[in-house]
């Protein structure tokens, strides 16, 4: 089954410094993964996407994550936190056959920009 | 271009009512997905219907749940004879028909269900 962790509750960093939200995954087969981001009390909004070429993935609000197929992580960065950044992020894998987009989802991560 | 629609984003219920959640999907949109997020945890998958057609229910509770996607009209949820357990955020989400690729979901802002 495909799956993905993370492995943290909560991350605390400070305004304008960098933010790392850390993602691992398992699957069979070549991984969809995704970021999604949920303010609170709002729907999920789509960040970012890896679906194949460059391990580097550029997404939304200058969010970026890394594909690492050594270490089967995806983690979502960005260079410089913003105090509107704080929410809650997930991972997400797809984990339909063809066809099924259908994602598997971690259980979030709090992150939380300090002013 | 509207997003993903869902109503009422509020529910209250006592325990042995029934409560029907709607979603209209995006313009354009065929697909409908429905999760679940409890309490201090991540969105669990439950069903995902095209037109007139469950395809998959894999994380549909077997009992008081059900789905429909009728041919004209939203998408709902129907939770017969809620209990306290049932109470959780119910998202609907949508997807265009892209065929095999690997698309995102859309999602809509929520159902809050609280059982009394």
């Known amino acids: 089954a495909q799956s993905v962790a993370q492995p943290e509750d909560q991350v605390n960093v400070a305004e304008g410094n960098p933010l790392t939200v850390k993602c691992t995954y398992s699957?069979?087969?070549?991984?969809?993964l995704f970021w999604y981001v949920q303010y609170p009390n709002r729907g999920l909004q789509f960040l970012l996407k890896?679906?194949?070429?460059?391990?580097l993935v550029k997404g939304s609000y200058g969010f970026e994550a890394e594909f690492n197929k050594s270490q089967t992580s995806f983690h979502l960065k960005k260079p410089s936190a913003l105090v509107s950044d704080s929410a809650l992020y997930f991972c997400?894998?797809?984990?339909?056959?063809?066809?099924?987009?259908?994602?598997?989802f971690g259980k979030g991560n709090q992150v939380v920009v300090i002013p | 271009n509207a997003g993903v629609m869902q109503n009422p984003r509020h529910l209250v219920r006592r325990r042995g009512q029934e409560a029907r959640l709607r979603c209209s999907p995006m313009?354009?949109?065929?697909?409908v997905y429905w999760y679940r997020q409890l309490p201090e945890e991540g969105l669990k998958f439950m069903v995902y219907?095209?037109?007139?057609?469950?395809?998959?229910e894999s994380g549909m509770p077997k009992e008081r749940f059900s789905a429909e996607f009728p041919k004209e009209g939203p998408s709902i949820l129907r939770i017969q004879q809620v209990v306290r357990g049932d109470s959780a955020a119910y998202f609907c989400?949508?997807?265009?028909?892209?065929?095999?690729?690997?698309?995102?979901?859309?999602f809509g802002e929520g159902s809050r269900l609280t059982v009394l």
């Open positions: 989400a949508s997807s265009p028909d892209r065929g095999r690729e690997a698309g995102e979901l859309f």
């Open positions: 699957v069979s087969g070549n991984p969809y």
């Open positions: 890896y679906i194949t070429g460059d391990n």
């Open positions: 997400a894998v797809r984990e339909g056959g063809s066809g099924n987009n259908r994602l598997a």
């Open positions: 313009k354009g949109h065929s697909h």
């Open positions: 219907l095209q037109k007139e057609n469950i395809i998959d």
